[in-house]
């Protein structure tokens, strides 16, 4: 587990390098060169579990079914998704599913630590061959791969990149608040400041929703508050969770919680940006996936709402990538195979993150490619080339699911009132205790 975290953190500081670079245009996986409808073998259903149940997420897999019916006829879709963003429902079902020996054909996991759960377990199978047969050793960057790659093997297919560090804003709500939306604030204590005169002008400071969106909001300002590197070494140990450091950013992170509406404190990310979609909230922190949310409610990117990284993390990338599994007795292995074919093919790719708000995990892209994309995404795909590269704690890259698991409650625990800040930085940092065992 401590070699995985350092994949986690180590090697993500490197991913940037080769970020758009590695891939020749020129190939791609056997479902961006046409499909795989060639592949007759096998067929029948195939039980895909996802937790995109809802909004962007749920159109996003929908274009993934429309593409892998096309790539893969012979093969049915079977959507198994958990309602619940950020996977903690579906995660406790599968892990009991998988306990005992029931697993789906495929499903979505986190890459990075989050997977040695699973590695440990003997529960997924090694799918290098995969990325030989695909091409997606020349499609994804090399510094990726190598993220992916642990003792030699290969063990998911990541269908997309996000950022987690992402501030939401409503403009209008700023204004009248006496802030210029162009001004983002340079640190944590500018954008506190900032919030209290949009308390003062009656509205909303900031919104909060249910547990993993309470970790998303601390590790990012674990992050403004640290750096980069003493963040990542939160996660090898050199960074102690106990320390003085640590606290400032707990004392950030609880006057943040004074100002934020608790309303939504067991609802999911969607409720909870909502009144900053409405117009009733200044600010919302949460993974781009929330720049569809925006666009269906029929907002401008740049008018209506405004994105900037959180404030004192400008130049990090919070990064964290859905990817999907072979798990171990599957009964539909060849279905599952061909599910990872569409998923990684630049079709695929491209159909799904445009929906999703996410960026390609492909560095293949051409110009035009990269043009039917938005202007926060291609602004994300820039950023990602560009910044260093760190892990979410949320998002299982940087920790394995029983700590973020702990993290979370903790989180909740702090947010309704049942501990004191001492007492959460004491239950954070039992939990990161797991990481170095």
Request: net charge negative; aromatic share 8%; hydrophobic share 40%.
């Amino acid at each position: 587990m401590k070699r995985i975290s350092a994949i986690a953190s180590a090697a993500a500081l490197s991913l940037l390098l080769a970020a758009c670079g590695g891939g020749d245009g020129d190939k791609g996986s056997a479902g961006s060169s046409g499909g795989g409808d060639g592949d007759k073998s096998g067929g029948g259903e195939v039980a895909v579990v996802t937790w995109w149940e809802a909004g962007s997420e749920k159109k996003g897999l929908e274009e993934l079914e429309t593409i892998f019916a096309d790539q893969h006829s012979n093969f049915t879709f079977k959507n198994a998704a958990i309602a619940g963003g950020g996977g903690s429902q579906a995660k406790q079902k599968l892990s009991a599913d998988l306990a005992a020996s029931n697993p789906p054909d495929t499903f979505q996991a986190h890459a990075g630590a989050e997977l040695s759960d699973y590695i440990d377990a003997m529960q997924i199978e090694d799918v290098s061959d995969l990325y030989d047969e695909f091409e997606l050793r020349d499609a994804f960057p090399d510094t990726l791969i190598d993220r992916l790659t642990v003792d030699g093997k290969i063990y998911s297919v990541p269908s997309n990149v996000h950022r987690a560090n992402v501030v939401w804003a409503n403009p209008a709500v700023l204004e009248e608040a006496g802030i210029d939306p162009e001004a983002q604030p340079a640190d944590i204590d500018a954008w506190i400041a900032d919030m209290e005169k949009v308390k003062e002008a009656g509205k909303t400071p900031i919104t909060i929703g249910m547990a993993w969106t309470q970790l998303q909001l601390l590790e990012t300002v674990l992050m403004a508050d640290l750096g980069a590197d003493a963040y990542n070494g939160l996660f090898d140990g050199s960074t102690d969770w106990a320390g003085p450091e640590v606290t400032k950013a707990l004392e950030h992170y609880e006057a943040i919680k004074e100002l934020a509406d608790t309303s939504s404190l067991t609802e999911d990310w969607e409720p909870a940006i909502s009144p900053v979609i409405e117009g009733n909230a200044a600010y919302n922190v949460m993974g781009d996936w929330a720049v569809a949310a925006f666009d269906s409610a029929g907002k401008t990117y740049g008018e209506d709402y405004i994105a900037f990284p959180v404030p004192g993390t400008d130049g990090m990338f919070d990064f964290l990538a859905d990817s999907f599994t072979l798990p171990v007795g599957a009964k539909n292995a060849e279905g599952a195979k061909a599910w990872l074919d569409t998923i990684s093919s630049k079709e695929g790719q491209i159909a799904f993150n445009k929906v999703k708000g996410s960026i390609p995990a492909r560095s293949d892209l051409t110009d035009e490619e990269k043009a039917e994309f938005g202007q926060y995404q291609q602004d994300a795909m820039t950023s990602f080339g560009e910044d260093t590269i760190v892990s979410s704690i949320a998002h299982g890259a940087a920790a394995p699911v029983a700590v973020s698991n702990e993290m979370n409650d903790a989180c909740a625990k702090f947010w309704e009132g049942a501990s004191d800040l001492a007492g959460f930085q004491a239950e954070l940092a039992d939990a990161a205790k797991a990481m170095a065992k």
